[in-house]
């Protein structure tokens, strides 16, 4: 009897394969933060991280500042623990702990944590626009796609931003990477002409433009509404079949989508 060797698909190119099919999902959740709210762990923390990944949750989503020296570091605002952070030195923000005795987390640490036993979510970074200029902010954006790049992660990341020129830069030096605008003030075919990948609009912009979901649709544009938390809007973009559908409260929506089926 012969032996029939099995398929083998190296681990870097199974990744790449799951990771790069993330355009044609339907009401994928995304983390938003994490999942940090049932456990009552911090946003944007290692532990959110880790969790949004041990549910298999498609996404998980963070927020990335550059510190006064040049670190880059996870934080929703601009300030943490009453420092703005691109007027502070790492070593001075860490000497304040998160509520889980985590130190605020680098860059580097999260997609290094982020790539851990990860076969499912997607690593959606948002890129926050400079409080002190347009080009630190630029420059913010290029560090970090460095920093993916490095690690070897830029498969199963993705990049999102309010600032629409953070996502032009980002696309001169990465042709293929994903990039999805979030401030709502652009058409699907907009920013489709500047090859933008997707838009990850508030779920209201949508109510406000129902049209923009077909002609997102139709012009092969991800849709991502965020940050969806009532059950009644989580039923209204189901519905809708979105891509991506992002919230604070993943194990809810999870709900949701079971109900439906």
């Known amino acids: 009897m012969k032996t029939i060797k099995a398929l083998r698909i190296p681990l870097f190119l199974a990744v790449t394969i ?27 923390s290692i532990a959110s991280l880790r969790h949004a990944i041990d549910l ?20 929703h605002d601009a300030h943490y623990n009453k420092l703005l952070i691109e007027e502070t030195n790492y070593a001075d923000l860490i000497k304040f702990e998160l509520s889980n005795g985590e130190k605020l987390p680098t860059l580097h640490e999260y997609i290094s944590e982020g790539k851990k036993n990860n076969k499912h979510t997607l690593l959606v970074c948002e890129i926050k626009p400079s409080e002190i200029s347009k080009e630190r902010g630029q420059k913010t954006a290029l560090m970090s796609v460095e920093t993916v790049k490095k690690l070897k992660a830029d498969k199963m990341t993705c990049y999102i931003s309010f600032d629409y020129e ?15 605008y979030l401030e709502g003030n652009k058409s699907p075919k907009e920013v489709k002409a500047d090859n933008i990948n997707g838009v990850d609009y508030h779920y209201s912009v949508f109510k406000k433009h129902p049209e923009w979901i077909k ?11 965020w940050t969806v938390n009532e059950a009644a809007d989580m039923d209204w973009i189901i519905a809708s079949k979105f891509n991506y559908i992002t919230t604070n409260e993943p194990e809810l929506l999870s709900e949701r989508l079971k109900e439906k089926k």
Not at 56 to 74: C, H, M, N, Q, Y
């Open 18 to 44: 799951v990771f790069q099919s993330c355009c044609v999902k339907e009401n994928a959740i995304v983390a938003h933060r994490g999942a940090w709210k049932k456990n009552n762990l911090p946003e944007n």
């Open 56 to 75: 298999k949750l498609p996404g998980s989503e963070f927020d990335v500042w550059r510190t006064a020296d040049d670190s880059l570091v996870i934080n």
């Open 166 to 180: 953070i996502l032009k830069q980002i696309r001169q030096v990465d042709q293929k990477t994903v990039l999805q």
């Open 215 to 225: 002609e997102a649709k139709d012009n092969n544009i991800i849709l991502n509404a």
